[in-house]
Structures are given as C-alpha cells and as structure tokens.
C-alpha cells in the first residue's frame, strides 16, 4: 500500500515527518510519501490556499497512491475544500482519506461526494505521548482495516467531528447526510459556555436531529469560566439533546490524543 501525507491546514512539524517516517519503514508493509508542501509555511497555514490545493489535488489525482493521509488539523482545510470537491480526479474515487480536527471539513464534503473517509490519528500525533501507538493504529486501519484501531462502541452506520468544525459546516455545500448515524463529537481549548453555544447550533440543526444518537468523546483542556459554568461537557450534550430529541448515547473513545481510535465515515458492522 502507498500512502501519501498531505497538509491541507497546518505545516507539519520536521519531526513529526521524521519520526512517522521511521514508524511506517519498520513496518515494513506500507510505503509512506510526504508531500513537500507539507512543509511550506505562509502565516497560519502550510503555504498559501493555492499551494495546499494543488497539492491535495496532486495525491488525488495519483493512481499509484492508495490512501490519503491528513498531517495534522489546526485550520485551513475549509478554505479549500470546495474546490477539491468540484471537479474530482476519477483515481481520487478509490482512496481512502484519513484524519480528524479541521479535516472534518474534508471529511463532510468527500463522503457527500460518495469517497471512503474515516477520522483516525495523524502523522503530527507521532509528537504527543503515546503517539507510536496511535501512528500504528491509524496505519494498521489503512493497511488491513484492523478491528482494533475502532472506536469500540461503533455499532452500525457513523461519523465523528470536531464539535466546532461540525457546528462550522453545518448548512454549506460540504454538510451531509446525517439521517440513521451514530454521531461522534470531541473538542478541545474551548469554554464550557462556548460548547453551550455551539450544541445549541449543532442541535437545532434539522440534519442533525435525523441522526441515530450523539455521543461524546473526549473535551479536553477545558479553558475555565468565571463565574463558574455549573456543569460539566456531558452535562450540556445531554441537556440539548434532550431539548432536541435527540438520544444521548454516551461517551466515546476520540479526542485529541494518542487515545483517538478510528470512525470510519457510515461503517457498519456487517
């Protein structure tokens, strides 16, 4: 299997590249190709919009490429999004696209286009602690769809988001279908009024109240309020899916760590 890393928002890290690198090549079962671009730099983003969609174009367009793999979320993948979509390369119809955080923009547009997404690990998570474990886990799904890599509660069709980028794309061209799924959300560096406001969106948003159930993943690095919220993340998704009439399904095994396991985009267990 070819691999091939894109940087559709932020430059990867040189070490996080290097240390990838060394995981896949010891594996021995995968080629792994960084795209250059991945290292370009222009204020916030991995070079200028023209740059990052060219070069996601180029790895779609590459029949000899087998998977596309995010380097890492940040912000900036909106910004090119449709028109990566707009005109797809037919190879870019038999790859699989992995990652999570601002990816979901990607993710949203390329399953309503009817290609393979799932949220799973990236190459800058090489960098965190425990990040060997979650790079073999997202390279074991690419590779040979190993069981293990999945969010364990995954029991029929879904989809996993970032709660801000979910609540970003909902009603563009990019949202999809979210009618029978179970529905998967995470955050981090937000305050709790701010996780209050955005389900307040997100559940008022008649796509999403044709959803299966929500459940919660992790939110992390919660940024204090004061006064005090007076209550916890669980707490406000379970008050505005109740609000809603959408089922709460519990909580879930992503976020923002090396503890992210993968969703594929309207798995099924069959």
Not at 115 to 125: I, R, Y
Request: glycine letters at 8%; proline letters at 6%.
């Amino acid at each position: 299997m070819r691999i091939a890393v894109v940087a559709p928002s932020c430059t990867l890290k040189r070490e996080a590249a290097d240390a990838v690198q060394a995981i896949v090549t010891a594996r021995a079962d995968c080629e792994l190709v960084i795209h250059p671009q991945c290292f370009l730099s222009e204020g916030h983003f991995a070079g200028p919009d023209e740059a990052r969609l060219l070069a996601l174009l180029d790895v779609m367009a590459d029949a000899s490429v087998d998977a596309v793999w995010f380097a890492r979320g940040g912000y900036g993948s909106n910004r090119i999004a449709e028109a990566a979509l707009a005109d797809l390369p037919e190879a870019a119809k038999n790859k699989l696209y992995l990652g999570y955080s601002d990816a979901g923009f990607l993710h949203a547009g390329l399953h309503k286009a009817g290609l393979e997404a799932a949220w799973g690990p990236m190459p800058q998570d090489a960098l965190r602690p425990g990040g060997e474990v979650a790079i073999n886990r997202a390279v074991d799904w690419l590779v040979r769809r190993e069981p293990a890599a999945l969010e364990p509660a995954l029991d029929g069709p879904a989809m996993a988001f970032n709660l801000t980028v979910l609540s970003n794309l909902l009603g563009t061209p990019l949202e999809p279908d979210f009618a029978g799924v179970d529905l998967v959300l995470e955050d981090i560096g937000e305050h709790l009024y701010r996780i209050d406001r955005t389900m307040f969106h997100i559940t008022a948003s008649p796509g999403i109240r044709k959803v299966r159930r929500l459940r919660l993943g992790r939110v992390s690095d919660v940024l204090p309020n004061d006064p005090d919220f007076g209550g916890d993340e669980t707490a406000i998704v379970e008050q505005w899916c109740a609000r809603s009439g959408i089922e709460f399904g519990g909580r879930a095994d992503i976020g923002h760590d090396a503890q992210n396991r993968v969703v594929p985009f309207r798995w099924r267990n069959d």
